[in-house]
């Protein structure tokens, strides 16, 4: 049969290029330790200096404290605070005044001075926060925890503590999984248009539809395995949880990396080179779901034409998804919305591509 | 005979070029027909139109007896055909390509260890079973494309430059093949740049621009030609040298190289003598000879009087 010829050709073509075959595990992996390192969210060894002018029990009991904290560590760089700032070896200066200890014995409310760098301003309300916190820490336990009259306590449902992994993990894997499976596809198709050899399958009684599934079936079993890498590579690098399912992750996994090889397909049917196929599917696939499918930027925040656009964007619904399963626990009904949209995304590909396909081969 | 393609008056545009201006050509059941021209001749074209893979602009042609219009697939899957760039698998092996050109071509499983047999018989490839395609040398290449293109037993073989490039003793190689499957009444349709292959055929098409400036029988065809040839050679000159000085005394006749020498066509007889007298100007160690016009020779002639003609 013309379909299962076709298959095991595919295979062929996929194993024997080792070099493509050995990229498309590394480059995962390598992009998941980058983000992992660039991505983190928690900010830690901040230096501070202390300017202790109290000189009092007190003020070094919160000098201490600061110390104690995993975020900080105090450094005895002396000079001009400027340039010190300026050579990026100090973040925080906090000033202790005179008389702090004899304010707060006699209940008065002293004040201490904190000088931030802002020049990054995402980690300098970071830091605020963290000074913050430490010093309210160190007055309520001072005056028995009874002075402040509400006293929050955030904590973060699935992602206690905001571990960034949790939050990229599922994101690279949607973004990686439609790259690479858009990519496989329609540089498949686009190369043996370059080469010549579907002048020969036209001139064959082979169908549009067995030429496509021929295709789509090797890469699919393919990006699987990519898939399951990624995953795993989350899980076991950065400890991710996988709180739902796992079948079903399968199953869902396995329906978004149809979709994204359906849109190779499309994309092969437009190009007639490999350059090109190459070119719009990354542009097609890396662009949109940075930005418009929710990985990294808030979708409820942005312009209301953004947020429409958004829904063509296939990631946006698996990332749902994805960190629905691996995070929160959720069951497959909890998804099938965001899972029909994917299977409406394929089979819209698929048919398109057949169609054009048909009378691509009967050009 | 049987007539396998009947092209009558075939015009094809890219854009503004004319790459086919009115070709009328006729392949017939176990014979060789050579389509001989240079590079952008519209070989390819002509061959693509009658494969049904490009449309054409003007004309007629019924392939395999079936107008082209009505039953493209049929004419697809009946013709053998082989691109003039090679189109198979390079990463694959000669047993995989030709196992993939059987699949994709639906035909009944058993029949494969036979077909296989006799194909490897037939192209001597069976020591390469196991050889990526990628890795034959030029003539086993083509040998093996050759082989994919006979998987379905098709009665018309079209074969785009089939031997350019490739090493002279292959060539050879490959045109016995030829002419075995032209002995079991394959009609084949071949394209070449090498004048000297144009002889294996039976009948030739000589195509220059998009026509054919002349059609027959290889021999024939220098015999046809009404005309004197003449060759001139200077010992140890360059024939670049004199050429110029040769197409000023004989302006209007067709003057052209060929090799080291010079040729000179011209249109009625002339004595030997008198061309020597026109050229005493040249240098006194000139020779002159009378020659028999080979197929190039016809080829040039040709292509030369099209182009004083106007035509183009």
């Known amino acids: ?363 | 005979m049987n007539s396998l393609i009947k092209a009558e008056g075939i015009e094809k545009k890219f854009g503004t070029v004319n790459a086919l201006r009115g070709i009328s050509l006729e392949v017939s059941e176990g014979s060789i027909t050579g389509l001989i021209g240079p590079d952008g001749a519209g070989k390819s074209t002509m061959m693509k139109i009658a494969l049904t893979l490009l449309k054409r602009d003007g004309g007629s042609i019924s392939v395999l007896s079936v107008n082209s219009d009505n039953d493209k697939t049929f004419i697809r899957q009946n013709v053998g055909y082989m691109p003039e760039i090679f189109s198979l698998y390079t990463d694959l092996t000669v047993e995989e390509n030709l196992n993939f050109y059987f699949t994709i071509h639906k035909m009944d499983k058993q029949d494969y260890e036979k077909k296989r047999e006799r194909l490897y018989r037939f192209s001597r490839l069976e020591a390469f079973t196991n050889t990526k395609a990628g890795s034959l040398s030029g003539g086993m290449k083509q040998k093996l494309a050759l082989s994919c293109a006979l998987m379905h037993d098709p009665k018309l073989l079209i074969l785009d430059e089939p031997t350019t490039g490739v090493d002279p003793l292959s060539r050879q190689e490959f045109w016995g093949m030829l002419h075995e499957l032209k002995e079991e009444g394959v009609g084949i349709l071949v394209s070449t740049p090498y004048m000297e292959e144009a002889l294996k055929c039976d009948f030739v098409y000589m195509m220059n621009k998009g026509k054919i400036i002349g059609e027959g029988i290889p021999e024939n065809l220098s015999e046809e030609f009404e005309g004197s040839l003449y060759e001139f050679e200077i010992p140890g000159r360059k024939p670049q040298e004199f050429l110029s000085e040769l197409k000023q005394i004989f302006r209007g006749d067709s003057v052209f190289m060929s090799g080291k020498k010079v040729h000179l066509a011209l249109r009625g007889a002339e004595e030997l003598s008198d061309i020597r007298t026109k050229t005493t100007s040249l240098d006194p160690e000139l020779l002159v000879r009378k020659k028999v016009p080979e197929l190039e020779d016809i080829f040039i002639i040709r292509v030369l009087a099209e182009g004083s003609d106007g035509n183009d």
């Open chain 1, 1 to 363: 049969m013309g379909l299962v010829g076709i298959i095991i050709k595919e295979f062929k073509h996929i194993f024997r290029d080792y070099r493509t075959l050995m990229v498309l595990f590394v480059m995962p992996i390598s992009q998941m330790i980058i983000f992992g390192y660039a991505m983190d969210l928690q900010i830690k060894n901040i230096n501070i200096k202390i300017t202790d002018y109290d000189k009092s029990t007190l003020s070094r009991e919160l000098s201490t404290k600061i110390d104690g904290s995993s975020f900080f560590s105090i450094t005895s760089e002396d000079g001009d605070l400027n340039e010190l700032f300026q050579q990026r070896l100090l973040h925080a200066v906090l000033t202790i005044p005179v008389g702090f200890a004899g304010d707060l014995n006699s209940r008065a409310s002293p004040e201490v001075d904190v000088i931030i760098d802002g020049s990054d301003s995402t980690r300098a309300v970071i830091i605020r926060q963290y000074i913050s916190g430490i010093i309210m820490e160190f007055s309520s336990e001072l005056r028995g925890g009874d002075e402040l009259p509400i006293n929050i306590v955030p904590s973060y449902a699935y992602n206690a503590e905001l571990n960034s992994a949790f939050f990229f993990v599922p994101g690279l894997t949607a973004l990686i999984m439609i790259m690479v499976s858009a990519l496989l596809t329609s540089i498949t198709i686009a190369r043996e248009k370059e080469q010549g050899t579907f002048d020969l399958i036209k001139l064959s009684p082979v169908h549009a539809y067995e030429v496509i599934l021929g295709k789509v079936i090797p890469y699919l079993i393919l990006s699987m395995f990519i898939g399951i890498f990624v995953i795993v590579s989350g899980v076991f690098l950065f400890g991710v949880p996988i709180r739902g399912s796992y079948l079903t992750l399968l199953l869902y996994l396995f329906i978004y990396c149809l979709t994204g090889l359906s849109f190779g397909i499309l994309i092969s049917t437009l190009v007639s080179t490999q350059q090109a196929a190459m070119l719009i599917a990354m542009i097609a696939t890396l662009l949109p779901t940075l930005f418009l499918s929710g990985f990294i930027f808030q979708l409820e925040a942005m312009p209301k034409i953004l947020q429409i656009i958004s829904w063509v964007i296939p990631a946006r619904y698996f990332l749902v998804i994805i960190r629905g399963l691996m995070l929160k626990g959720n069951t497959q009904g909890e998804l099938l919305l965001y899972t029909s949209m994917l299977i409406l995304f394929s089979i819209v590909f698929l048919g398109i591509s057949i169609r054009r396909f048909k009378a691509y081969l009967e050009s």
